[in-house]
């Protein structure tokens, strides 16, 4: 078993910060968004107004089925360009893989990992494989656009909805999956809702104004809200009452069955999000759960949101907040 | 009844608490060294109907858990 799987196997972002703060500062005048911005992907100029939206993520398994495991390392990869507003054009495989294990396993990652890929309309050019003890799968994406179309994190405004396209809840039911604790169909909630590429989310957003967007991912919903919240120098509002909640989910936390990385989220956002009073612990649990290839995170003009809530028409995606103007949090939730 | 749960990762913690509490024990004490365990074995000790207080020991922490 290993021990954190999915995007829960994160590194803290504490722990990050504190060796890549101390590292050289690579400027380029081409590279428009890099290292320092916390976003999605990198963004450099190509040529004029063309920019390459470049992204790399891979994680160990939190599923035991190797092409379904495949399937949610590419959506997850594939969701940061779709999180800059991209259409992902060419990717790379990352795999390390077990000596011990039969390579029917590799070959079954893979072909999942090539499924989510064709269906995001990409096509994947090679990769790198290398022996390791612990399996572990994802993808090297570039997408090319014009740069006044690129979201970034930084652009949420006092007033702005925000949108979220998934529900919470992945990484608690992983964890409890794990411990033979989920039921049938809370797995295939969380299976099929780690396998949905945001393409389709991204699409239909790309007909309405967007001043920020991001992914929610291992850093949770609590988390990457507080990036884009410091990055556009706001504060952002969660009406808790609207989260979407995938089947099981806060049963399985009033049963302690809570991924480590929903403690870690809470240490590193110590100081930096809020909780009104009365709020249930589950909804905390939720609010800091790592999410393994969750939603798009998204901020638009209120008219726009709801326009775009009622054209995507699924119960997952919801209006469940609002940007403010600066208070001493950077997220509230209520 | 007391159980050494240093070293082990979520979910195990709260899965061998579920085995170990299956004759329903008046009390269970619980040895752990990490924050996740810490909280979600007391959370599930909380949940099935326990009375739970946490003493913290150099680093690691004993759970008591008593119906």
């Known amino acids: 078993m290993v021990k954190t799987s999915g995007c829960a196997a994160k590194l803290p972002p504490g722990k990050l910060h504190s060796v890549i703060d101390n590292l050289p500062l690579m400027k380029d005048d081409r590279l428009l968004e890099g290292f320092e911005s916390a976003d999605d992907a990198l963004v450099y100029q190509v040529s004029g107004d063309i920019v390459c939206v470049q992204t790399v993520d891979f994680f160990p398994p939190m599923v035991d089925d190797p092409f379904i495991f495949g399937q949610v390392a590419a959506a997850n990869a594939l969701s940061d360009i779709y999180a800059m507003g991209g259409e992902p054009s060419v990717a790379m495989n990352l795999m390390c893989f077990p000596s011990c294990l039969d390579l029917d396993i590799m070959d079954r990652i893979l072909r999942g990992g090539i499924s989510k890929v064709k269906e995001a309309g990409a096509v994947i050019a090679g990769g790198h494989t290398i022996e390791d003890p612990t399996p572990k799968y994802g993808l090297c994406v570039t997408a090319f656009m014009d740069r006044k179309d690129v979201w970034s994190n930084k652009g949420a405004m006092p007033g702005d909805s925000v949108v979220l396209t998934k529900a919470l809840g992945v990484g608690i039911i992983n964890t409890a999956a794990k411990g033979g604790e989920a039921s049938e169909s809370s797995i295939a909630a969380a299976v099929d809702s780690m396998t949905r590429l945001n393409r389709h989310a991204r699409d239909i957003a790309r007909k309405y104004k967007v001043h920020a967007a991001t992914d929610v991912t291992g850093f949770s919903l609590s988390g990457h809200s507080q990036e884009c919240a410091a990055a556009s120098g706001v504060t952002i509002e969660m009406d808790t009452a609207s989260l979407p909640v995938l089947e099981g989910a806060l049963e399985l936390a009033r049963f302690g069955l809570i991924p480590e990385g929903r403690y870690t989220n809470e240490d590193w956002l110590f100081g930096k999000i809020c909780f009104a009073e009365g709020i249930p612990l589950e909804i905390k649990d939720l609010v800091l759960d790592p999410q393994t290839s969750g939603g798009l995170l998204l901020f638009m003009p209120p008219d726009d949101a709801e326009a775009y809530v009622s054209e995507m028409d699924m119960s997952c995606c919801r209006i469940v907040g609002r940007v403010t103007d600066k208070a001493d949090k950077d997220v509230f939730f209520r | ?67």
């Open chain 2, 1 to 67: 009844m007391e159980i050494d749960y240093r070293g082990l990762s979520c979910p195990e913690p709260v899965i061998r608490t579920k085995k170990a509490i299956k004759d329903n024990p008046q009390t269970v004490e619980v040895l752990v060294d990490q924050r996740a365990p810490l909280e979600n074995v007391s959370r599930y000790l909380r949940a099935m109907k326990y009375d739970v207080s946490v003493q913290e020991e150099s680093g690691q922490w004993r759970i008591s858990a008593t119906k």
